[in-house]
């Protein structure tokens, strides 16, 4: 949980936020359940067996706050990853097959390359996923969520990379006997390491 | 039997409506139909679930076709105010955000 | 009669027989529902050491004890035993030994079909131990996705196994499911109406109604994989028309029903036990049917949050991620009626108690992370982690497992007799809950640092080492618990003192009988019209052992139960119950030798063991019914009702409405997936579609008189006349159903050409064999009137064939419907 770019980013506060709600929400349940314990006259304990209290207050009211905030929150949130029109956007292809990746550049034609994409940093990248053979997924860790590689299919991930620098990505779907070892790395250029992997100068 | 019905026909028809809104949002993508009349199709059959809903709801309270027992009757009531719900919130991403 | 007499009587009638042969023909559910719990737990014990090696290859980094095939083999054989051949066969043991005793009534509605899903599930469990012992066990992952299950990514025989074998297996859920339903809503006590059912038996009619509706798409999925590594049919291969995304809707469409389908059972027993452990009665009963039920519905709307990764539209998303957050409120809604009901109450700390407080602290951490995968965003960098592992065994050993072992220390005593008298179950109660938290909390946060599941091991220097470590030593201390609980039960059962009945002074009728159960439950069914009848009159036990209620004379050497009608509980009819046979095993081992056929590629035996299966089944209902009318029979207090085979909806027509309920499904699911290729899967269309030919739609049309035929043969019936005419078109309209489906499969290109063809394909062989059935059964009628067993009385069993006929022609009809429509639209 080390984010360097936005996608990572938002996903990391998210998971901050939802975390220290669950934790709230969880000692506020043992909570109760620790005061169903305690010793009472019976009355009292006739008093606090209401319905409305229990189901329609905690059971309805509660979780649907709770849940409607949440499940807005995640929309916007995905709103933002989804990969919409944007005036520097570069794409690249990404296919996946037992046990490689081969990257290609609209930018560049032609050029491939293998266990290796080279991205413009500071830029958002479209990556278009497809497969080969079996499903896999396409998972950098620090940049963003991960998106399957799927026979006929090709799939759009959005990644940023805020700096230059060499980052490490894996196959996110279990494709078999050579899954773990099914690794490639991202490579972010600064503007100028762009130009001239584009040029073919690198 | 019927109380079964009261008891199931509400959630069922939500199953209904949702499965339907997303096929119908499924195939309008994948046909390439996007654009106002895609939305509007996807928020009138959201309306209608809507409608239908709110009908059953009040059908099951009323004494005409609601049940006799009380604790069907709360059941059931309860279960149809779950499936209004349901489709109003389940669905009304169909009526905000963007279509593909 | 004295109670002790009457007792004799009914045992030497229902008893199972002595010796071993009492293990292979009983069909008595007590039998049959510790049966099923016992190899239950045996596939827990098996999954369980299968989980220890995991966790000890994961203790270190680079660990060279397992290499990826065989780490492969061990998770998926984990998740699929644990899954399929643990969690369900235990509920639907658990739920076949307590659901007549908690209704009131003497057995379960049809007492072979408990034995031959028993059976199944016993054949086909153990080809799946036979496959992990020969080391050629599946390895794809518990929910095998193709490409990689299919003949691309494993060529071998190993998804084969589990296709197959699950398959098999599921027969037993199936049948186990049309059975609690046509218990719950027919084979209730004397006037106990829907609303004044044991809260159990809601949930069981619940969650075997999503196993009706749940378990076909998964079916469905087996059968067009297998299809497609057996014969090339290419439902999931690109190239031909198949899209492997189709797998994933097939397999996730049954796979977040299950989770409920085990859920819903544990919070069953936990709706039980808790009120009785707190000595007060259940805080909002309604409330906890109607969330129990639009829980049952609600989770059939989640299905797609397991494929947030796959690139479906965000919209899309957005109406999966909305029904997963809104399921959580109807969980809610029974956690906190739970907690209410506590608290209101005086709870005293048993060990039933103290596991479902050990449900409570697990099973809310499980459903908050739930929660957050079900955000989106969230599920695109958790999704495959370690923290989805640890997330689904919080739910479902929080969920399922330690409720389980509230109902086993509960009922323990129930099935034995005995009362608990060592304490070994407090240290073991320890050593499980702390070990497991220790396990799965360290799993949460090694995920989020990136470590992937079904990673057979990890580089050390990424700071995950000392976190697996803990986890397994937590994984080690938990299987001691467990291994701990075994022992206090073995012990407790063995040895202990004998204690009396009803120890926890619970209300509901299973404590109403001496312990262990005698074969018959209740000596005679009396009248209930309280959720706590034995609250309600204590004096209950000791009438119903004098004989006070119905059926309290043991006669004719008859099992005799009573049928109610479904809403009220008013008692129906009098129901004659089969005794012991051998019937169900030998027609599941037949069956096996059908899958067994279909698995080693052995295909001259698979029609061979159909033609057997059709045999016996036929044996199997020629023994049922009556050849002569014999008018409302005397039931006890002042009673006379008709006899089972003089009614119009006997419990065949219901057991029949709710199986096909199960095949609709099926039938749905399959067009389902002809949609979604033809509307998603890239490379359609086909070379080309089938043209609808005017002569196959006129034989198409003369299918109607299948249904026809019957409706005036059950005319000819009421009115006592010949069946010949009626029965004849029927068979005339099924011929021709049969027909046009065979026309169009010589007219079809080869099933492998594209994935159209093979779906046009299947659809027709369902035709074929839901009219070929039709016909079996039509002649069967037949049959049948001329041996006597149909008269102007006796016509409910050729209700339950025009049911099916109906069933057969619709969709016989749809299947060339849908097979020419794309062809009509073009």
């Known amino acids: 949980m080390h984010p360097a770019g936005p996608a990572a980013q938002h996903i990391a506060t998210l998971w901050w936020v939802m975390l220290a709600g669950a934790v709230a929400i969880f000692v506020f349940t043992m909570l109760l359940l620790a005061l169903a314990f305690r010793k009472r006259r019976d009355e009292e304990r006739a008093e606090q067996g209401r319905e409305g209290l229990w189901l329609a207050g905690l059971g309805l009211a509660f979780p649907l706050t709770v849940l409607g905030a949440l499940l807005v929150y995640g929309l916007v949130i995905g709103e933002r990853l989804m990969p919409r029109d944007h005036p520097d956007r570069v794409t690249v292809s990404a296919e996946a097959r037992q046990w490689e990746w081969r990257f290609g550049y609209a930018d560049r034609p032609g050029h491939a390359t293998t266990g290796l994409l080279h991205i413009p940093a500071g830029q958002p990248v479209d990556v278009e996923i497809t497969s080969v053979d079996v499903i896999h997924g396409f998972w950098v860790p620090r940049l963003a969520g991960k998106l399957d590689a799927i026979p006929g299919h090709v799939n759009i991930l959005r990644i940023e990379a805020w700096e230059p620098g060499d980052y490490a990505g894996v196959s996110g779907e279990f494709s078999g006997a050579g899954y773990r070892e099914h690794r490639f790395t991202v490579r972010a250029h600064d503007a100028a390491g762009w130009t001239a992997f584009l040029e073919g100068t690198e | ?100 | 009669m004295t109670a002790l007499r009457r007792h004799r009587a009914l045992t030497k009638i229902w008893a199972s027989e002595s010796g071993w042969r009492r293990w292979f023909s009983t069909v008595n559910h007590s039998d049959l529902g510790l049966m099923f719990m016992c190899v239950s737990v045996f596939h827990f014990l098996v999954a369980g050491v299968l989980a220890m090696l995991i966790r000890a290859q994961l203790a270190s980094p680079r660990s060279a004890f397992m290499g990826a095939d065989v780490y492969n083999q061990v998770f998926t054989m984990h998740g699929t035993l644990m899954m399929f051949l643990f969690a369900i066969p235990m509920f639907e043991g658990l739920t076949i030994y307590l659901l007549p005793k908690l209704l009131g009534s003497r057995d379960l509605a049809f007492p072979r079909l408990t034995a031959y899903g028993f059976w199944c599930y016993v054949f086909g469990g153990s080809m799946l131990i036979f496959a992990l012992i020969a080391g050629i066990a599946p390895d794809s992952g518990w929910f095998m996705y193709p490409p990689l299950s299919s003949t691309l990514g494993s060529p071998g025989i190993n998804p084969d196994f589990w296709l197959i074998g699950i398959t098999f297996v599921e027969i037993s859920a199936i049948s186990a499911a049309v059975e609690i339903v046509v218990t719950v809503l027919r084979y209730r006590a004397p006037g106990m109406t829907l609303a004044k059912m044991p809260i159990y038996a809601w949930y069981a009619l619940i969650t075997a109604m999503m196993i009706l509706t749940g378990f076909p798409p998964l079916i469905l999925g087996s059968i067009l994989l297998e299809l497609e590594r057996a014969f090339g049919l290419p439902f999931f291969q690109v190239a031909e028309g198949g899209d492997s995304l189709l797998w994933q809707h097939l397999f996730w469409l049954f796979g977040h029903p299950e989770v409920y389908i085990i859920f819903l059972p544990a919070a069953g027993v936990i709706s039980t036990i808790l009120p009785v452990m707190a000595r007060t009665t259940l805080l909002g009963y309604g409330w906890i049917v109607a969330a129990a039920a639009s829980l049952g519905v609600l989770s059939f709307g989640l299905w797609v949050h397991h494929m947030f990764t796959t690139g479906i539209p965000h919209l899309s998303l957005a109406f999966f991620s909305a029904a997963s957050t809104l399921v959580a409120v109807p969980t809610a809604v029974q956690i906190f009626a739970w907690i209410g009901t506590l608290t209101k109450g005086r709870p005293e700390l048993h060990m039933p108690l103290r596991w479902i407080l050990a449900f409570f602290a697990t099973f809310v951490i499980g459903g908050l992370t739930g929660v957050m995968v079900a955000v989106v965003p969230f599920d695109w960098q958790a999704h495959d982690t370690h923290f989805i592992v640890a997330h689904l065994h919080y739910v479902l050993v929080g969920g399922f497992v330690f409720p389980m072992l509230a109902a086993l220390y509960y009922w323990l005593p129930h099935i034995t007799g005995r009362k608990q008298f060592f304490r070994l179950g407090e240290t073991a109660f320890w050593l499980v809950t702390l070990g497991f938290h220790v396990t799965f909390l360290a799993m949460h946060w090694v995920g989020l640092l990136g470590q992937r599941r079904r990673t057979e091991t990890y580089d050390p220097g990424q700071g995950w080492e000392a976190i697996n470590l803990i986890s397994s030593i937590g994984g080690f201390v938990m299987a001691i618990g467990f291994a701990l609980v075994i022992v206090d039960v073995v012990v407790n059962a063995a040895v202990a003192i004998r204690g009396r009945r009803n120890p926890w002074r619970a209300g509901t009728m299973e404590w109403a009988m001496p312990t262990p159960a005698p074969a018959y439950n209740f000596a005679s069914l009396m009248p209930v019209d309280s959720r706590e009848p034995l609250h309600a009159d204590s004096s209950l036990p000791l009438r119903m052992a004098r004989g006070e209620g119905y059926l309290g004379e043991a006669r004719n050497g008859l099992r005799e139960t009573l049928a109610v009608a479904i809403s009220t509980g008013r008692p129906e009819y009098l129901v004659i119950l089969p005794g012991n046979t051998m019937l169900p095993i030998s027609m599941a081992f037949v069956t096996g030798f059908f899958f067994l056929g279909l698995l080693i590629k052995v295909y001259w035996l698979v029609p061979l063991a159909a033609v057997g299966v059709i045999a016996l089944a036929l044996r199997w209902v020629w023994g049922l019914g009556s050849r002569q009318d014999q008018g409302p029979q005397e039931v006890g207090r002042g009673l006379s009702l008709p006899p089972v085979s003089e009614v119009a909806d006997p419990p065949g027509w219901w057991g029949m409405l709710f199986l096909l309920l199960a095949d609709a499904t099926l039938f749905g699911s399959l067009l389902f997936g002809y949609a979604f290729l033809w509307t998603v899967a890239p490379n359609w269309p086909p070379p080309a579609w089938m043209q609808p030919d005017p002569a196959l739609l006129a034989i198409a049309a003369a299918a109607v008189l299948g249904p026809l035929g019957l409706r005036l043969a059950q005319g000819a019936l009421a009115r006592g006349r010949g069946l010949g005419a009626g029965l004849g078109l029927a068979a005339l309209g099924l011929i021709a159903a049969l027909l046009a489906a065979g026309l169009v499969l010589l007219h079809l290109p080869a099933p492998q050409t594209h994935a159209y063809d093979a779906t046009v394909w299947v659809l027709m062989g369902y035709s074929l064999v839901h009219c070929g059935v039709g016909l079996l059964m039509t002649g069967q009628m037949a049959a049948r009137r001329v041996a006597g067993f149909l008269s102007p009385a006796r016509r409910g069993e050729l209700r339950i064939v025009q049911l099916w006929v109906d069933y057969a022609t619709l969709t016989a009809l749809l299947s060339l419907a849908a097979a020419v429509l794309p062809g009509v639209l073009s």
């Open chain 2, 1 to 100: 039997m019927r109380d079964l019905l009261r008891l199931s026909v509400p959630l069922t028809l939500w199953l209904a409506l949702f499965s339907l809104i997303y096929g119908l949002h499924a195939t309008l993508c994948a046909t390439g139909a996007e654009g106002a009349l895609a939305r509007a199709m996807l928020a009138a059959v959201w309306g209608i679930g809507v409608a239908l809903q709110l009908g059953m709801l009040l059908a099951l309270r009323s004494p005409r076709f609601g049940a006799l027992s009380p604790t069907i009757r709360q059941a059931s009531v309860a279960l149809a105010a779950t499936a209004l719900f349901a489709t109003v919130w389940s669905l009304f991403p169909a009526l905000i955000l963007p279509l593909c």
